[in-house]
Every structure is written in C-alpha cells, then in structure tokens.
C-alpha cells in the first residue's frame, strides 16, 4: 500500500461495551499509523442497537456503503437485550451479518494463543493447555446461517422451522487454501472439521479439503468429525497447529478454544475476502457490563494489530502491538476477566493505557498505570 496516500479504516462500536474497548484499539491505531507515517482517517458510524435507536435498522444502507469504500473495519459488538423481541431480520446481529455478505468477507482467522503469563486463567490445567498456539480458519459465508430456504412456517403443533446447510465446491475450495497457505507459514498442520459420517455438506467438504491437500505436499492433513474436535481441543490443544472448518462448527469451536487463550476477552479475528477486511474481537456487547468500565480491551486491540498487518500492510507494527500486550501482561496487568484474587485490576482504559505506555521508546519510562 502506497504510504503517501490517505487511508481510512471505519469504525463500528456497535453495542454494549464495544464503543469501551473499540475507543481503545483506536486510540492504538492511531499510534501505530502516526509511527509508520501513514495518514489515517477514521471514521466513526453506527451499527446493531445502536443504529436500531437512532435509524430504525441495525445495518443502515449508508454505513454498509461507507464500509465499502473503506481501507478496512474495526467493529465493536452487536447485541441488545432491549432489542430481543424484535423480528430476526431487525435484530442487531443482523448488522453482523449483513457486513459479512456487504464486504465479501469469507475467510474468518481467530488465533488462540495462551500467553504464559495467563497460563493460570484458564480452567484447564497447566500442563495440558501449555504452548497451545492455533488458528482457527472459519468459512464465513456459507453453511447453516445463510443457506435457503429458511424459515417457520404453520400453526400450533404443526409448526415447522426450517434451515439449510449448503456448500459448494467452490466455497469450500478457497476457504481449505487459505488454511494451507497459513498452514505454510506455521507449523505445517491443517485439522479439517467436518461431520461426514453422517451430513453429505461434511461429505463434499471432507472430498474438497483432501483434494486442496494434493497442492501443499509440505503440509500434513488430518480430520476429525466435529464432536471429537471439540474433546481434543481440550484434551490436547498443544497438538493443533491451523484448524479449518465450515460456518456453524466453526462459531463453537472457536468459543470453546477461548478458554485456552484465559479467557474470550483475549480472542481477536479478521474477517477476510473480496473486499476491505473486517476485524473485530470474539467477545460479544456484554450488556451486564456495559458501561462500567472494567471490559477487558485486549481483543479489540488485537484485533486492531491483525488489521495492520492483513489490510493496512504494516507488520512490523502489527507485531509491536502484539509485544506491546504480551510485555503488559508480563508485568502483571490484568482486568476483571483475567485477574487473580488479590491482584489489582485495570479498567478498560488503565488497560489501554498499559498497552500503549509499552508501545512508547525503550527510553520512556514505563509504568503499570493505576486503576482508573
């Protein structure tokens, strides 16, 4: 990407405490651009509940558009319990989406990696969640949550719900070899989930998948069936090195491997396709601790560094920023969700700040930062 030119990254906060943490990744963005020399502009719109309370739709026409011209989208959350009894097709997730489909994001990358210094938040024991270290490669547009038709239909106990798992060939070919490439530049590994023994979708994509293989012969395949991946994620989460999988399976698996990072507020991702890439952290708007201050920030900034690197081509500051957390949490810093008993914890921005004060010259003095 050219350095002199502008560029624009737009910015969703969307709901409960997605304006708190995205305020975070930005203020890092901004950072990071100014150290490249790179002119950011960032652009702030509404979307889920939001857009809902001032717009009457969760995904306004013009903020789809706006995401378009774009460089590349940092979303909060989307999700509202106010907004629960609305119809489906009015919710907030529906913002979500609708980006998706909007931006031609197919290929959705969760990395999970326990930093050591959090090795004690995890529920699993130490020694069988250390050096865990994956990449979660979720098809994004296909499967259960877009196929035709859908639906509920008819009266009392007659009636019926409807919904459609569908892939094609094509679909399932260019997710497998976004797998492989990362697969390449990793450990070599690609573990495809499927359900074969019984879906014909998994049947397709087990025959796809072993075919995209003949391509990489550097790079070991295995599969299992999607009930035994979700037991040995947890039974041995150190032997997965790229896990590849369909829409559905994907959303869980990557919700149960969080707890190997310490926790779902450690979780950032991208989302990446046809058009400009839309990153945004696992986590979702957390209502019941909206507006409190205390949301753990750090898969948004995450997220924000994996935005460097895939959209705005600035890897040596996408890895500072992945440092720069890394040396905080080293130093103890912890919020709510990752604190011990007796350890002091940050606020959202006191977390921010900690992350940023690491990001600054070696020479510049570095402290922890009180609770604010």
Known sequence: MPRHRRCR?????????????????????????????????????????AAIDADGEPLPAAVLEAAKRSDAVLLGAVGSPRHDALPRDRRPEQALLGLRRGLGVYANLRPVKLHPAL?????????????????????????????????????????????????????????????????RRRRQKVTSVDKANILETSILWRETVQAVAGDYPGVRLEHLYVDNAAMQLLARPADFDVVLTENMFGDILSDEAAMLAGGIGMLPSASLGEGPGLYEPVHGSAPDIAGKGIANPLAAILSAAMLLRHSLELPEEADRVDAAVAQALDDGARTADLARQGVEVLTTRAMGDAVRERLRPQSAARTQGGTR
């Open 119 to 183: 090795i004690g938040a995890s529920p699993l024991r130490p020694e069988r969640v250390a050096g865990t270290d994956m990449l979660i490669v979720r098809e994004l547009t296909g499967g259960l949550y877009f196929g035709q038709p859908r639906g509920i239909q008819g009266e009392g106990d007659a009636r019926r719900a409807v919904n459609t798992m569908t892939y094609t060939v094509g679909e399932i070919r260019r997710i497998a070899r976004v797998a492989f490439e990362a697969a």
């Open 9 to 49: 990254v737009v910015l969703l906060p969307g709901d409960g405490i997605g304006p708190e943490v995205i305020a975070e990744a930005a203020a890092v963005l901004r950072d990071a651009a100014a150290r490249a020399g790179l002119p950011l502009e960032l652009e702030e719109h509404r979307v889920g509940g």
